[in-house]
């Protein structure tokens, strides 16, 4: 590099086919001794040194919505309770089956209905004081529950269903 007085800085387009490169001198670079002498001396940064402690400020734990929230929506779900049980009613919903279901198949039917409150319990303890990881593995758990004792229970009403007894 400290050969030359100065270093030239060309573009070169060129093509595959007959006609002719075009070259361009972009600029010109002179290098003294000095220059590189300072380059090979620069200090190199610390990579695996000791670094100042971080101190840490982690914010307020996160609370519930104000309780007037939590009536409100409360209210409104209970609220919901009526208008479902009158759309059952209203599409044929019979709650004379109940005794067949119950002495058809007690365990798969009482699992399904024990399974729907237990997950409803298990979301009224997320709200109130379980966290995430503490409610995930149960509500998997509940969650299985539901699926098979469920599809056991529909098979049974399909079954009374495919008898006629609807």
């Known amino acids: 590099l400290l050969s ?18 075009s070259t361009t001198t972009l600029f010109n670079i ?11 001396q620069v200090a190199k940064p610390v990579r695996y040194g000791k670094l100042p402690e971080i101190h840490h400020i982690f914010g307020a734990e996160p609370g519930s919505p104000p309780r007037v929230i939590s009536v ?3 209210l409104a779900v209970l609220a919901t309770l009526p208008v479902v049980l009158g759309a059952w009613a209203l599409v044929g919903g019979n709650a004379g089956h ?25 979301f009224a303890m997320y709200y109130v004081s379980w966290r995430l990881f503490e409610v995930l593995p149960l509500a998997g758990v509940v969650g299985a529950v539901a699926f098979v004792s469920g599809s056991k229970a529909l098979s049974e009403v399909q ?6 007894e609807r």
């Open 159 to 164: 079954a009374r269903r495919v008898r006629g």
């Open 98 to 122: 109940v005794g067949a279901a119950l002495s058809a198949a007690p365990v798969s039917h009482g699992l399904f209905f024990g399974s729907l409150v237990a997950m409803e319990g298990v």
């Open 72 to 74: 409100f929506f409360a």
């Open 4 to 21: 030359s007085p100065s270093l030239s800085a060309s573009l070169v387009l060129g093509s595959f086919g007959s006609a002719p490169a």
């Open 30 to 40: 002179a290098l003294s001794a000095e220059e590189v002498e300072a380059a090979k």
